[in-house]
Each structure stands twice: as structure tokens, then as C-alpha cells.
């Protein structure tokens, strides 16, 4: 009897804060998330829409710089006795990648910079902003139907997350009567993707500049794939343009209402009343999950509150940088890799595609400015709007990754994702799924397409 006292006065409690929250969807204006970014007051500003190629392209000079930097390594401290990565990024591990990265790696730049630019890329200017893409066009007999897709990275990723994934996208196979034709953005203030010269560009105002870019493009309705910043930033354009977006699909799907909140208390208490039984580990125990997040997010605080402070120990550092950044690639593809001398690196990813990531961020300088979304998204102006609190009615799929960051249960998504047509759990991956099981994100991605396309029918 007691258990059932608690759920029952849970359950009351939620539909309270619920009813508090406002059970009626948030109206969004979307005039209140346009402006000009770019530098100076824009009076004047008259927008290129053109679409200009881009390739990457480094001089020598800029290279030996790198080399030269990566030779002049600072006298580290040496890991405690018996420690791998539980105190960060394990100094003797460190040591070994600035080796390969200034001989091996940077031997054969040429050779890298061509893979990084082996699909056509653009820069196109939007809101004030020059925005680089990705932009790959099938090649498929006529008569096979092409679909949109708009893929997104977060942070502290990039566009060389999809690498592996969109060849897999882009061709004919026989799990799919379509194929995609793929745009990957750099977000503003990442990679080649001009930074604001305005404080508040959150996610929300990126979702806007998305979808003024697919428009530019050509393309009124899209598929929408994203994960970390590119998940809340596909929810929102599905959320503010759901007769564009054909479905979305996430594989890190969140909410931060109050009644999700409540709904994830209230699981708890009984969790296999709401989760299949082999999944409750996905979310519960509670305490442990939320003693995992604390132990992951200082960098997250810290950017959230003073980016440009550590963005300015980074920038033009690159062993700093690639310490700081190689980390997340660890511990958020597993946080059992804390436990390992070489925080297992080299299960999943080859050091020449973690360096690539690390070369973008170095190349452009964007350090600083890929970390200031987390200061505007978690501003308290940009809270407050609240737009968890929308409903969204485009088809919606979840793809749960064991060790993801965070996790949220379908009985607390479904209050924002009204029309939730798949929600799958993997006991295997992390947070950087593109870039991990490029293969398994694809197969749960065309699984979601094939249901949205049969219902279209």
C-alpha cells in the first residue's frame, strides 16, 4: 500500500506541475527568431543568395605551423599511479597522439584534405552569415524517388561525423526503394560556417537559418537527422516548420518540460511499469545516471557561462585542444573508458578521423564560437520560451543509444512528440553515433523513413 501512495501522490503531483506548466502547446513567433548576425547595424545589408563552391585548402606554410606547435610540447605532469583517464585526458596517451598526429597524420595531410573534400561542398550567406555545406546529389536512375535529408552534428563535433554515413545514404540498396540527397551544414561559428557577430544565436534562431537553407536549396519539404546540438536543432525546426518536415529522426531525444520532469519521477518509482523491462537501465536508477551527468558536464557549465575564457586557452593550441575535445570522444562513447590507459580511442573511431575533427576546429579558430551556443541556449531569455511546451505533429523517431549522455522516456517525449513512430533502444554506442555505428544509425534512419514513406502512400 505504501508504494501505491507514493505513485498516486506522484502521479498527482505531475498532472499539477503539468496543469501549472500550461497544457496548451506554446505559440512560437517565428519574427522574434530572425535577425541579422552579421557584423555592424545590417542597414544596409542586402543578402548574396547565391551558392558558391567551397574546398578546403591549407598552404604549406599553415601545416608547418601545426608541426611546429606540435613540437614544442609542454612538460605534462605525469598521471597519478593507476589512474587512466578518471582525473582527464591521460597525460602518457596524450603524448603518444601528438606523436602520430605530427609525423604520421600530417604526413600525409595532402592525402587527408583530399577525403575531406572528396563531396561537393558550398557556402551560401544567410541572415548575414556565410553558412558552408555539404551538399551530395545521388547519382540513380530516373524514376527512383530522392528525399531530402538534412543532417545536423553538435558540438564538439562536426560535419566529418557523417562521413562514413553518407555513402550509405546517397546510394540505391534494397532496404530502400529511395535514396537521399544529403546537405550537412557546418552550424554557424563551427568549421567554415561564419560565426554571429550578435549575442543570442541559440538553437532556435539556428533552426530558422536551417531552414532558410534548405529553402535556398530548392527544398520545401525534408527529412531531418541530428544528434547532440543537431537533435535540439532538428526538434525545433520540426517543431516551427512541421509542414516542411517530412519527419525527423534524433538519436539523442530530450525534454526539459515540467511535465516530462514529473513523468521521469514518476517512472522511477516503478520503472518496468513504463519501460520494457531489458530497457529500464537505459534511464534508472535515477541517482547513479544524474551522479554520471554531474561527473560529464563541468565543461558544460563552463561554456555555458564563460566560453570565450577557455575558448581563448584553446584557440591556436592545439594539444590543449585536442585533449579537451579527444576527451568527450571517450568517455561519451562509453564512461567505462575512464577506466582505460588509452580511453579506448581506437575501439570505434581510427585517430586519423578523430584528427580530422580536431583539424577543423584548429584550422578555422571556431573553438570559441562552436561554444558560445551553449551560453545563448541556455540564457534565460531563450528558457523561458519554453518550446518543449509545443506540440509538433511531424513523425518523429528516437534511436537510443546505450551509453548516450541522457536519456528520456517515450511517456514523457510523447507530451511533445505527438506523433511518435519509432523509438528504438542499442545496447551498444555513445553519443557520437554517426561517427561510431555509422551502419546501425543508418538501418534505424531508413526503418523510420520506410514507415513515414508507406503512410504517404
Same mark, same amino acid.
Given at each position: 500500500?505504501?508504494?501505491?501512495?507514493?505513485?498516486? %501522490?506522484?502521479?498527482?503531483?505531475? !498532472?499539477?506541475? &503539468?496543469?501549472?506548466?500550461?497544457?496548451?502547446?506554446?505559440? %512560437?513567433?517565428?519574427?522574434?527568431?530572425? +535577425? &541579422?548576425?552579421?557584423?555592424?547595424?545590417?542597414?544596409?545589408?542586402?543578402?548574396?543568395?547565391?551558392?558558391?563552391?567551397?574546398?578546403?585548402?591549407?598552404? #604549406?606554410?599553415?601545416?608547418?605551423?601545426?608541426?611546429?606547435?606540435?613540437?614544442?610540447?609542454?612538460?605534462?605532469?605525469?598521471? /597519478?599511479?593507476?589512474?587512466?583517464?578518471?582525473?582527464?585526458?591521460?597525460?602518457?596517451?596524450?603524448?603518444?597522439?601528438?606523436?602520430?598526429?605530427?609525423? #604520421?597524420?600530417?604526413?600525409?595531410?595532402?592525402?587527408?584534405?583530399?577525403?575531406?573534400?572528396?563531396?561537393? +561542398?558550398?557556402?551560401?550567406?544567410?541572415?548575414?552569415?556565410?553558412?558552408?555545406?555539404?551538399?551530395?546529389?545521388?547519382?540513380?536512375?530516373? *524514376?527512383?524517388?530522392? /528525399?531530402?535529408?538534412?543532417?545536423?552534428?553538435?558540438?564538439?563535433?562536426?560535419?566529418?561525423?557523417?562521413?562514413?554515413?553518407?555513402?550509405?545514404?546517397?546510394?540505391?540498396?534494397?532496404?530502400?526503394?529511395?535514396?537521399?540527397?544529403?546537405?550537412?551544414?557546418?552550424?554557424?561559428?563551427?568549421?567554415?560556417?561564419?560565426?554571429?557577430?550578435?549575442?543570442?544565436?541559440?538553437?532556435?534562431?539556428?533552426?530558422?537559418?536551417?531552414?532558410?537553407?534548405?529553402?535556398?536549396?530548392?527544398?520545401?519539404?525534408?527529412?531531418?537527422?541530428?544528434?547532440?546540438?543537431?537533435?535540439?536543432?532538428?526538434n525545433q525546426i520540426a517543431t516551427f516548420f512541421q509542414d516542411n518536415v517530412l519527419g525527423v529522426h534524433l538519436n539523442m531525444c530530450g525534454l526539459q518540460s515540467t511535465s516530462a520532469i514529473m513523468k521521469t519521477f514518476v517512472a522511477s518509482f516503478m520503472p518496468s511499469l513504463f519501460?520494457?523491462?531489458?530497457?529500464?537501465?537505459?534511464?534508472?536508477?535515477?541517482?547513479?545516471?544524474?551522479?554520471?551527468?554531474?561527473?560529464?558536464?563541468?565543461?558544460?557549465?563552463?561554456?555555458? @557561462?564563460?566560453?570565450? @575564457?577557455? *575558448?581563448?586557452?584553446?584557440?591556436?593550441?592545439?594539444?590543449? =585542444?585536442?585533449?579537451?575535445?579527444?576527451?568527450?570522444?571517450?568517455?561519451? @562513447?562509453?564512461?567505462?573508458?575512464?577506466?582505460?590507459?588509452?580511453?579506448?580511442?581506437?575501439?570505434?573511431?581510427?585517430?586519423?578521423?578523430?584528427?580530422?575533427?580536431?583539424?577543423?576546429?584548429? /584550422?578555422?579558430?571556431?573553438?570559441?564560437?562552436?561554444?558560445?551556443?551553449?551560453?545563448?541556449?541556455?540564457?534565460?531569455?531563450?528558457?523561458? =520560451?519554453?518550446?518543449?511546451?509545443? +506540440?509538433?505533429?511531424?513523425?518523429?523517431?528516437? !534511436?537510443?543509444?546505450?551509453?548516450?549522455?541522457?536519456?528520456?522516456?517515450?511517456?514523457?517525449?510523447?507530451?511533445?512528440?505527438?506523433?511518435?513512430?519509432?523509438?528504438?533502444?542499442?545496447?551498444?554506442?555513445?553519443?557520437?553515433?554517426?561517427?561510431?555505428?555509422?551502419?546501425?544509425?543508418?538501418?534505424?534512419?531508413?526503418?523510420?523513413?520506410?514507415?513515414?514513406?508507406?503512410?504517404?502512400?
Amino acid at each position: 500500500m505504501g508504494l501505491k501512495l507514493i505513485i498516486m %501522490v506522484a502521479v498527482v503531483g505531475a !498532472a499539477v506541475m &503539468y496543469y501549472l506548466n500550461g497544457t496548451a502547446p506554446h505559440v %512560437v513567433s517565428l519574427d522574434q527568431l530572425e +535577425q &541579422y548576425w552579421g557584423p555592424g547595424d545590417g542597414k544596409n545589408y542586402k543578402e548574396d543568395t547565391t551558392i558558391k563552391p567551397f574546398k578546403i585548402n591549407y598552404s #604549406n606554410e599553415v601545416i608547418d605551423k601545426l608541426r611546429a606547435k606540435l613540437n614544442d610540447v609542454p612538460k605534462f605532469s605525469k598521471p /597519478l599511479e593507476g589512474t587512466a583517464f578518471q582525473y582527464g585526458f591521460n597525460s602518457n596517451r596524450l603524448l603518444e597522439i601528438i606523436t602520430y598526429w605530427k609525423t #604520421n597524420y600530417l604526413a600525409k595531410w595532402n592525402e587527408r584534405e583530399k577525403f575531406l573534400n572528396q563531396f561537393p +561542398q558550398f557556402k551560401t550567406q544567410i541572415q548575414g552569415l556565410d553558412i558552408h555545406f555539404i551538399h551530395v546529389k545521388p547519382k540513380v536512375p530516373s *524514376g527512383v524517388k530522392v /528525399l531530402p535529408l538534412l543532417l545536423l552534428h553538435g558540438w564538439p563535433g562536426s560535419v566529418r561525423e557523417f562521413y562514413d554515413i553518407i555513402p550509405m545514404l546517397t546510394s540505391k540498396t534494397e532496404d530502400k526503394n529511395y535514396v537521399f540527397e544529403v546537405i550537412v551544414p557546418s552550424l554557424p561559428g563551427y568549421g567554415w560556417s561564419q560565426a554571429a557577430s550578435k549575442q543570442g544565436l541559440s538553437t532556435s534562431k539556428i533552426a530558422v537559418i536551417m531552414k532558410k537553407l534548405m529553402t535556398r536549396i530548392g527544398h520545401k519539404h525534408f527529412y531531418v537527422q541530428g544528434g547532440d546540438w543537431g537533435s535540439l536543432i532538428g526538434n525545433q525546426i520540426a517543431t516551427f516548420f512541421q509542414d516542411n518536415v517530412l519527419g525527423v529522426h534524433l538519436n539523442m531525444c530530450g525534454l526539459q518540460s515540467t511535465s516530462a520532469i514529473m513523468k521521469t519521477f514518476v517512472a522511477s518509482f516503478m520503472p518496468s511499469l513504463f519501460i520494457e523491462n531489458q530497457y529500464v537501465d537505459f534511464y534508472f536508477p535515477a541517482i547513479p545516471k544524474l551522479k554520471e551527468i554531474v561527473i560529464e558536464s563541468g565543461y558544460l557549465h563552463l561554456q555555458a @557561462t564563460k566560453p570565450d @575564457t577557455i *575558448g581563448a586557452a584553446l584557440v591556436g593550441n592545439p594539444i590543449g =585542444l585536442a585533449a579537451y575535445i579527444l576527451e568527450k570522444f571517450s568517455t561519451w @562513447t562509453n564512461p567505462a573508458y575512464r577506466e582505460l590507459a588509452d580511453g579506448g580511442l581506437e575501439k570505434y573511431y581510427t585517430l586519423d578521423s578523430l584528427l580530422d575533427n580536431i583539424m577543423i576546429y584548429y /584550422l578555422t579558430d571556431t573553438i570559441t564560437t562552436s561554444q558560445r551556443i551553449y551560453y545563448e541556449t541556455f540564457s534565460n531569455h531563450e528558457m523561458a =520560451l519554453k518550446f518543449d511546451n509545443t +506540440q509538433t505533429q511531424v513523425p518523429a523517431a528516437c !534511436a537510443k543509444f546505450k551509453y548516450e549522455l541522457a536519456q528520456t522516456i517515450d511517456w514523457a517525449l510523447r507530451d511533445h512528440f505527438i506523433n511518435l513512430v519509432q523509438s528504438n533502444h542499442f545496447q551498444d554506442g555513445g553519443h557520437f553515433a554517426a561517427m561510431q555505428l555509422p551502419a546501425v544509425l543508418y538501418k534505424d534512419l531508413v526503418q523510420f523513413v520506410n514507415k513515414v514513406e508507406k503512410k504517404t502512400k
